[in-house]
C-alpha cells in the first residue's frame, strides 16, 4: 500500500511519524512518574509501528500508475480492516463488563480491571473505534464515488485514519490507567483532545478540497450527512472539551465549566454525539448504500431534505431531556423534551423513506443477508428515535432515567442501527474495494445477520424488562406509605437480567467474530473480478457523457 | 380539507426544496447552513444559563474542597465510580424519602466537571456524607460483600496500599482556581501540607487546615491508620463531605413532585 505514495509523500509521512514520536518521547519524559508518562510511551510504541510501515518503503521508486485512472481506495480498505477489529476488541470489552454485573469476581483483583475502567474502553471502543473508522473510511469510498472525483492527495487520508487511531489507542489504554475526565463519551484527557482537533480538521479540509474536485454539479445527499457529522461533532469536540490542565507534564485537568453549566454543556455534547456522530454520520452510509445495494432510487428526495435540516436543526436542543427533575433550570428543560418529541419527524422520515425505497425490492431484502441487515437497520433507527422521543417526555424520563432502560435504549441504538449499518455496508463494500465476485461465505454473512438479531433483541428486551422493573421498585409504596423496597431489593431482581444481557451480548460478538473472518477470508479467497465502471471522471478512460446518476 | 391545512406546509416545503436545490451546488453554503442551523439550539439553552442569576442559588456557607477530599474526588473520577453512582437527587417524593434532600445547583458549582451521573446500578451518593463511619467505607471499598453480600461493587483494596501523591495538588488547586473555585493563595501554596495534615490529626501539618479551610473540617485517621496518608484517606475524606459542603438543602423545606 505504501508503495503507491510518491517519494515525497512518503518522505512527509516520516517526518510528521517522527514529530508525532518526537511529542510522544517528551510526553514520556516530561510526564515521568505521571500517568502522562505511560501514555507518552504508547505514543512512541504507536508511531514505532507506523516507521515500521513507513521505513522499508522509503528508497522505493516512484510509482508509475496513472493516478487519475482510479479512485484512492487504500484507507478505506485499511480502515475497514481497523474498523472490524475495533468492534471485536470493543464489544469483546462488553461482554465482560456486562458479565462482571452479573458476577463481580470476574474482574481478576487488578487495579486496571474494575468496571469503572473497562467501561469506557467498551464505550469509546465500540462508538469511537468501531464506527468512526467505519465512518472515516466509507465517507472516502462515497464522497469520491458521488464526486466522481479521486481524492485530491494520498497523504492526508492516511494522516486522518491513522493520526484518529492514534486518538482512540490513546484514550483506550489511559481508561485502563485511570485517565479519564469522566465526561460521558468524551472520557479522554486534554492532550488526546487537542490531537483528535488536528486530525479533525484535516478531515474537513480533505472533505471540502474532494468537493472541490468534483464532476458532478449537485452534492449527494450522503455527503450532505457525512458533513454535518464532520461539522457538528468538531463544534461539540471543541465546547465540551474545554478544560484547564492541572499541568502541562500531568494528564490531569479540570472542566472549565462546573455543576449546572457543566451538566447542560455534556449533554448537550453527549446527546449530539449520539446525533451526529452515531446517526447523520450513518445516515450518510445508509443513503448511499441501501439505494445502491436494492439498486432503486432513493424514494424522495425531499423527505431528505426535511430529515436533514431537521436533524440537524432540533437535534442539537434536545440535550436537556437527559437532566428532567434535575437541579437545571426547569424552563430548560421544558424546552429539550419539546423539541425531542418534535424530533421524530425528521427521524421517521429518514427511516421511512429508507424503507420506502426497498418498495419493489423486498424479494432482494429476503434473499440477501446484506440488503437485509440494511432494512433491519433502518427499522431499528425508526423504533429507536421512537423510544427516544418518548423517553424524554418528563413523567417518562421520571421512571426511565438512572436505570437499565436508558442503557437499553442506546443499544438498540448502537446495535439495531449503528452496528448493523455498518455490518451491511462492510459486506457492500468489501467486495468492490477488493475487486472481488462476492463475499467469501455468504453463509455467515446469513449466520452473522441473525446472530446479531438476535443478540440485539435479547439485549434490549433484557434491559426493558429490568429497567422498568428498576423504575417502579424505587417509587413503589406500601400501605402504610413508606417505600416498599430497598435500593438492594431492585439490585437482587436485575440479576438473571444482567445474564440475559450478557448472553444477547456474546451472541453479538460472535457475529462481529464472523463478519472478521468473513472480511479477512474475503481478501485473501475470494475469486476476483473488475466491477462494471469505478474510475473518476476526469480519468483518462473516460465514461460516456451523460453517467448513469450514482 | 387536510389538502387546505396542509397547503401552508406545502408551499413552505417547496421552497425549501428549491433553495435547497441551489444550496446543494456550493459546499461552503451547505457548511454555513449546518453551522448556523446547528448553533441555535447551543445558544439558547447554555448561553444564558452563565448570565441568569436564578440558575445558581446563592449558598452563603458554601466551601470548598479540601485539597485531600479533592484529591479523593480525583480518585472517584479516575475509577469511574460516576459509572454507577450518580449524585443527583431529583424533585420526586420518593427519591427525597430515599435519599434526602433533592440536590441544588448551589451544592455542585465548585463541581470542576459535575458528576450528576445517568446511571444507578449503586445507589445516589448525592447524601452520603456522614451516613456511614469511616471504618464502614473503608471495609465496604476494600471487599463490598463482605458488609453487603448481594452487591456487585468491584472491590478498591488496592487504595489502602497505594501512597497518596501530594507534590501535584498545589497545580490542581491552581488550575481549579483558573476555571472559578474560590481557593485562596495560601490555600494554593499550602495544598500538599493540608492534605497530609487532615488525614494525620496528631501531625503538626493539621493545624493548618483548620485555620484554612473551618473548624467544621474532618480531621481524621479516615482509613484508620497513622502509617502513611493513601490513597483510601483521600476517598473516603471525599464520600464523607458528599452533601455536607452546604446545609442550605436541609434548611429550606422541600417540594418534592408526585
Partial sequence: ?550 | MLKDLLKPFARFFNFQARTHYKAERHSIALALGIIGAASIGGIVEIAPLFTIDSTVEAAPDMRVYTPLEQAGRDIYIREGCYACHSQMIRTLRDEVERYGPYSLAAESQYDHPMLWGSKRTGPDLARLGGKYSDDWQVRHLIDPRDLVPESVMPSYAFLQDAPLETDSLPGRLAALRAVGVPYTDDQIANASHDAIGQAMPDSTAAGGVTERYGEATNLRLFDGSNARVTEMDALVAYLQILGQLTQLPYEIEPKAEE
Avoid at chain 1, 471485536?88 to 470489552?93: D, F, L, P, R, Y
Avoid at chain 1, 487488578?110 to 466509507?138: D, E, K, Q
Avoid at chain 1, 461539540?236 to 490531569?252: D, E, Q, R
Fill in chain 1, 1 to 550: 500500500m505504501m508503495s503507491k505514495l510518491t517519494g515525497a509523500e512518503r518522505q512527509s509521512a516520516l517526518l510528521i511519524c517522527i514529530a508525532v514520536l518526537l511529542a510522544g518521547v517528551a510526553m514520556a519524559a516530561l510526564g515521568h512518574g505521571d500517568l502522562m508518562g505511560a501514555q507518552g510511551w504508547v505514543v512512541i510504541a504507536y508511531c514505532a509501528l507506523m516507521l515500521w510501515f513507513i521505513m522499508p518503503t522509503i528508497g522505493d521508486p516512484e510509482p508509475t500508475e496513472d493516478r487519475s485512472a482510479s479512485y484512492y481506495d487504500d484507507p478505506t480498505k485499511a480502515g475497514i480492516i481497523i474498523g472490524m477489529i475495533w468492534a471485536v476488541i470493543g464489544m469483546g470489552m462488553g461482554v465482560w463488563v456486562a458479565a462482571m454485573l452479573a458476577w463481580p469476581e470476574l474482574r481478576f483483583d487488578g487495579a486496571w480491571s474494575s468496571f469503572g475502567r473497562l467501561r469506557p474502553v467498551h464505550t469509546s471502543g465500540v462508538i469511537f473505534g468501531f464506527g468512526g473508522n467505519i465512518l472515516i473510511a466509507t465517507s472516502y469510498h462515497v464522497m469520491q464515488r458521488t464526486c466522481r472525483a479521486r481524492m485530491p492527495g494520498q497523504l492526508s487520508p492516511w494522516f486522518v485514519l491513522m493520526g484518529y487511531n492514534l486518538f482512540c489507542v490513546v484514550a483506550a489504554s489511559g481508561y485502563v490507567m485511570g485517565v479519564t475526565q469522566s465526561k460521558e463519551y468524551a472520557e479522554p484527557e486534554w492532550y488526546a483532545d487537542i490531537w483528535l482537533v488536528v486530525v479533525w480538521v484535516t478531515y474537513f479540509v480533505l472533505y471540502l478540497r474532494t468537493l472541490a474536485r468534483r464532476n458532478e454539479p449537485h452534492i449527494y445527499v450522503a455527503n450532505w450527512y457525512y458533513m454535518a457529522f464532520i461539522l457538528v461533532v468538531a463544534m461539540l469536540h471543541i465546547i465540551n472539551n474545554l478544560a484547564v490542565p492541572a499541568s502541562w507534564t500531568g494528564a490531569k485537568s479540570y472542566s472549565a465549566f462546573s455543576g449546572v453549566q457543566d451538566a447542560m454543556t455534556q449533554w448537550w455534547y453527549g446527546h449530539n454525539a449520539v446525533a451526529f456522530f452515531l446517526t447523520a454520520g450513518f445516515l450518510g452510509m445508509l443513503y448511499y448504500f441501501l439505494p445502491k445495494r436494492a439498486e432503486r432510487p432513493i424514494y424522495s428526495y425531499r423527505l431528505s431534505i426535511l430529515s436533514f435540516w431537521g436533524i440537524t436543526f432540533f437535534y442539537m436542543w434536545a440535550g436537556s431531556h437527559h437532566l428532567h427533575y434535575t437541579a437545571l433550570p426547569q424552563w430548560v428543560q421544558t424546552l429539550g423534551m419539546t423539541f425531542s418529541v418534535m424530533l421524530l419527524v425528521p427521524s421517521w422520515a429518514s427511516a421511512g423513506n429508507a424503507l420506502m425505497t426497498l418498495n419493489g425490492a423486498w424479494h432482494k431484502v429476503r434473499d440477501d443477508a446484506t440488503l437485509r441487515f440494511m432494512m433491519v437497520a433502518a427499522v431499528f433507527y425508526g423504533l429507536s428515535t421512537f423510544e427516544g422521543s418518548f423517553m424524554a417526555i418528563r413523567p417518562v424520563n421520571g421512571l426511565s432515567h438512572y436505570t437499565d432502560w436508558t442503557i437499553g435504549h442506546v443499544h438498540a441504538g448502537a446495535m439495531g442501527w449503528v452496528a448493523l449499518i455498518s455490518f451491511g455496508s462492510i459486506y457492500a463494500l468489501a467486495p468492490l474495494l477488493w475487486r472481488k465476485t462476492g463475499m467469501y461465505s455468504a453463509k455467515a454473512v446469513e449466520w452473522h445477520f441473525w446472530l446479531a438479531l438476535a443478540g440485539t433483541i435479547i439485549y434490549v428486551f433484557a434491559m426493558w424488562n429490568s429497567g422498568i422493573i428498576q423504575g417502579l421498585m424505587w417509587r413503589t409504596y406500601n400501605e402504610t406509605g413508606t417505600l416498599e423496597y430497598s435500593f438492594l431489593d431492585s439490585l437482587i431482581a436485575m440479576h438473571p437480567y444482567y445474564i440475559a444481557r450478557t448472553f444477547g451480548g456474546l451472541l453479538f460478538l460472535i457475529g462481529a467474530c464472523i463478519g472478521l473472518w468473513n472480511v479477512v477470508m474475503t481478501v485473501r479467497r475470494a475469486p476476483r473480478q473488475q466491477p462494471e465502471r469505478d474510475y473518476p471522471t476526469s480519468s483518462e478512460a473516460s465514461e460516456p457523457a451523460l453517467p448513469a446518476a450514482e
